[in-house]
């Protein structure tokens, strides 16, 4: 069973850092594109970027809106994904979910449950 | 980015209906095209991509149609548990976008 469990929001100040991570199981790692998506209360999803699978050399991309900001990396000993998110601003007030993809299929057949953060003072 | 423009944002219906979603991309998208449905406390479940292939488990009453520019969600005879929130997303290009939901009540 393909699970995806992410961990590490809470609360934060505008400026500062957070990483988030997620957890897989039940599926191969490597084989798949991880993907993060934010969700604003009220509002719809918005991708956040990927990052490739091993036959696709485990390259990024990131949305515009938080490129340079946001990093997305893993680690495939463990099957962990991680975003860091640096100077964070209280528009990066969401959910935040992990989802699997693969290549050329850029849609998410499975996500997390997801896990809040807030920024604000 | 592309656009996408769901209709409606609320929509009632009475179990054993059927009911339609829309959704509307600001370009063509050929049937590049994901819907997913939302429940609190559960992970996003994949119903239908490419336009209108069922994901794996999605029951046969869900069905999806439309390519380039229009896009309808259709569930027939409505189930309890279907009441709840729908997502379109595009994939044709990056950003893959969203539209902003549709959620489904019980009349």
């Known amino acids: 069973e393909v699970k995806l469990l992410e961990s590490g929001g809470g609360l934060v100040q505008p400026g500062g850092s957070m990483r988030l991570s997620c957890a897989a199981s039940g599926f191969t790692f490597t084989d798949f594109y991880m993907n993060w998506i934010r969700q604003p209360a009220g509002k719809a999803p918005e991708w956040l970027g990927f990052?490739?699978?091993?036959?696709?050399?485990?390259?990024?991309e990131y949305n515009p809106s938080v490129k340079g900001r946001f990093t997305i990396s893993r680690d495939n000993t463990q099957n962990m994904l991680y975003l860091q998110m640096n100077t964070l601003r209280a528009e990066d007030t969401a959910t935040y979910y992990c989802?699997?993809?693969?290549?050329?299929?850029?849609?998410?057949?499975?996500w997390g449950q997801g896990v809040m953060v807030t920024v604000s003072s | 980015d592309v656009q996408m423009t769901q209709s409606p944002s609320y929509l009632a219906a009475s179990p054993g209906e059927s009911v339609s979603i829309s959704c509307k991309a600001s370009?063509?998208?050929?049937?590049?095209l994901a819907w997913y449905q939302e429940k609190p406390g559960k992970a996003n479940k994949l119903l239908i991509y490419s336009g209108s292939t069922l994901q794996s488990g999605t029951p046969s009453r869900f069905s999806g149609s439309g390519s380039g520019t229009d896009f309808t969600l259709t569930i027939r005879s409505l189930e309890p548990e279907d009441f709840t929130v729908y997502y379109c997303q595009h994939y044709n290009e990056y950003p893959p976008t969203f539209g902003s939901g549709t959620k489904l009540e019980i009349k």
């Open positions: 990052i490739r699978n091993k036959a696709n050399g485990y390259t990024t």
């Open positions: 370009k063509s998208i050929s049937t590049y």
């Open positions: 989802a699997r993809s693969s290549w050329k299929r850029d849609y998410f057949d499975y």
